[in-house]
């Protein structure tokens, strides 16, 4: 099991923005096209780029979902309190 997870994400404010940009993403551009244009995270100018984060660094529903998933897996649309989260997982250690 993964202690430490590197992850992108696209933050939007609504349920249906995020599904479109999960479309987007899986179907039309790259990860990093779309945050940079819709994210509305400064992590945008990064292409949506988190870094490496543990257990405990994130809200929580960002956090499971991040550590559920594998390498390279996109995922979403996940709630939290800041909005809807898209993300694609960079790395896992």
Not at 23 to 42: G, N, R
Not at 45 to 60: D, I, P, S, T, W
């Amino acid at each position: 099991m993964a202690s430490k997870v590197n992850a992108s994400h696209i933050l939007v404010k609504t349920e249906n923005e995020a599904k479109v940009i999960l479309y987007e993403v899986k179907h039309e551009s790259t990860f990093e096209d779309v945050a940079k244009q819709k994210s509305l995270c400064p992590s945008r100018k990064k292409g949506g780029n988190l870094g490496f984060f543990g257990r405990g660094q994130m809200v929580k529903e960002f956090e499971n979902a991040c550590f559920k998933a594998n390498k390279d897996d996109i995922i979403g649309p996940i709630k939290t309190q800041f909005g809807w989260h898209i993300i694609k997982i960079l790395d896992t250690k």
